[in-house]
């Protein structure tokens, strides 16, 4: 699939790193380091702007390695990117851990992926179908 895309960034474009990868890096693009304190939400410009098919959306995520390693992570996991958004992604982050995070200019922040979804239409109706669960949920099925 071919997707338009702007790169007003200093970087190059997302990409997959491996023939299996889902999800492309997203850098940041800003002049100067950033620093983020414990519990602290920041949004990082990136310089780029997409133009998604109808069907489609971009879902933002959080890198494992900065989650686990520096407690690092996507705010709105995933975020959303509409079709119909023209505007420049921007990744909200929080730093969950105890320690200051500096972000500096290309810094792998989170990543991106791209896929399809519907729009469901409501049948409204009085009673649902029965099934062995039932209304059974938040490790209703789990092991005891």
């Given at each position: 699939m071919k997707i338009k895309i702007v790169n007003l960034s200093k970087h190059d474009l997302p990409k997959y790193e491996t023939s299996a990868s889902a999800g492309m890096d997203l850098r940041a693009n800003i002049e100067v380091p950033v620093r983020i304190k414990p519990m602290e939400r920041i949004l990082v410009p990136t310089g780029l702007y997409i133009e998604l098919p109808?069907?489609?959306?971009?879902?933002v995520r959080p890198r494992s390695g900065l989650a686990l390693k520096k407690g690092i992570t996507v705010l709105n996991s995933p975020g959303t990117i509409d079709a119909d958004y023209r505007g420049e992604i921007r990744v909200i982050l929080i730093n969950l851990s105890?320690?200051?995070?500096?972000?500096?200019?290309?810094?792998?922040i989170a990543q991106m992926v791209i896929t399809s979804h519907v729009q469901a239409k409501w049948d409204e109706v009085e009673v649902l179908t029965e099934t062995t669960r039932g209304a059974g949920g938040f490790g209703h099925t789990g092991g005891k």
């Open positions: 109808v069907g489609y959306e971009a879902q105890t320690n200051v995070f500096e972000i500096t200019n290309g810094d792998r």
